[in-house]
């Protein structure tokens, strides 16, 4: 069954999200078939599903899709929306796995993956914590699986295969890296803004915007000239999502974002929120910093009062740093080389991102 044909102009966002919605459901239907017909366990697959459909914005596969129009792709072909549903059945599993490695509690407002398969084994197994771990590492890896099969039954010619593989080889390793280097850090929070900005552009800016317009925009067999001018968009858009996700995460209402806004404080996250507090904070309040954040123990009173010290001392400039790439994805949107209706939904995606409250 191939997903519904939808026209789908580069501002239909609602359009977009309805086709890889319906790529993803296809997918894992057949995958919860053939599970079924080899009498494995349906957890998984059920995971997975509940997972992706629970909500989301689907920006990478938005990205994915604007980079074909920008490309100067044509009509949105099946085969290009299955890879963009892959790309967001990858991010799926990257999640599933940063909500173990952070331990967190909710995802989109609900239990993440690890937190829900405990509960659901609770009663039945002594370790129902240590099982709920584990199944998750493993759901996350079947996403993982599942994001290249789906990949690589989406269709494409041989020259799109060619044209994808490097820039998805790329995007893979730049988010495990950008993993790594949070993990390396995380409870370990210093005033090195480099550092800060470093896990920003592997963890968030390359995996979020930029490899997503590349792959869309190679597999349109736009040049060298069109991935260039995207990297000049995607880069700076990138670090403006995270720089707004860091205020998010310390100031979003959690009914909103699904998550909460003290998780952040609690694990000593370095952001670049954190890196210039420290580095602007007086001696009292960077004591304060210093006994708060990364304290497993951090209760609301707490969380309020480092919020009163980065609104003094940090807010103001990330806010200030946000606007900057936001000017900046203006001005090569004014040279850019895509089509008209690619730099009109570029630029109406740059101003969600900033204007975004969740």
Known sequence: MST????????DRTAMRVRVEAALYEFLGDKAESAA??????????????FLLAGGKRIRPLFCVLGWYAGGGGELP???VRVAAAVELFHAAVLIHDDIIDDSATRRDRPTVHRAVAEGARGDRPAA???????????????LVWSQELLHTAGLSAAQTAAAAPILDAMRTEVNYGQYLDLLTTGRPTLDLDRALEIIRYKTAAYTVE??????AALAGAGPEVARALSSYGRPLG?????????????GDPAQTGKSNSDDLREGKHTVLLALA?????????AQLDAL?????LDPCGAELCREILSATARPTVERMIRERWLLVQRTLAHAPFPPAAVSGLRSIADAVIARTS
């Open 239 to 251: 670090e403006a999502f995270q720089l707004q996700d860091d205020l998010l995460g310390v100031y």
């Open 78 to 80: 099946d085969s290009v």
């Open 211 to 216: 490899r997503p317009l590349q792959l869309g």
């Open 37 to 50: 017909t080899a009498g494995l366990p349906a957890d998984v697959v059920d995971a997975v599903r509940s």
């Open 278 to 286: 420290l580095r602007h904070a007086s001696p009292e309040q960077r």
């Open 293 to 297: 954040v990364g304290n497993a123990g």
């Open 4 to 11: 519904p044909t939808i026209a789908l102009a580069p501002l």
């Open 129 to 143: 914590a240590r099982f709920g771990t584990h199944a998750a590492l493993l759901i996350g890896d079947f996403g």
